[in-house]
């Protein structure tokens, strides 16, 4: 009986070793990859630039929302009070509006990217 077993156990051993180096591949296959998209998109670039200023958590915080709250014609188009309370209840950021004004006026000194301005 014992000797049965550690008959199975060598059996599944070697068989284990035998699945883990399958090749599926002949040496006529090309090798193929799939292509992936690369380069920064509007709000990376913008985003990227917020580390060239000073913010503590909570401006940095503040400017990323900003950044990512610029619709496709390159505006704001939301009251403060609305990104106020958009703040407070999605990124768990409770501010003032004065400090996201101070905040947004840094968000207006970043450089927009020669390509989004043509």
Known sequence: MMTLMWMIILVMMRFRDYRTSVNNYSADDDE???????????TQHLVSQLNTYRLNDEERD???FLVGSV???????????DIMDDLAF????????DKIERVLKIVHQLDPSRRWCS
């Open 90 to 97: 999605t990124q768990n950021v409770y501010t003032t509006e």
């Open 71 to 81: 619709d496709e014609s390159g505006y704001i188009r939301r009251d403060l009070s």
């Open 32 to 42: 193929k990859s799939i292509p992936y998209a690369s380069g920064t998109s509007f």
């Open 62 to 64: 503040i400017a990323e």
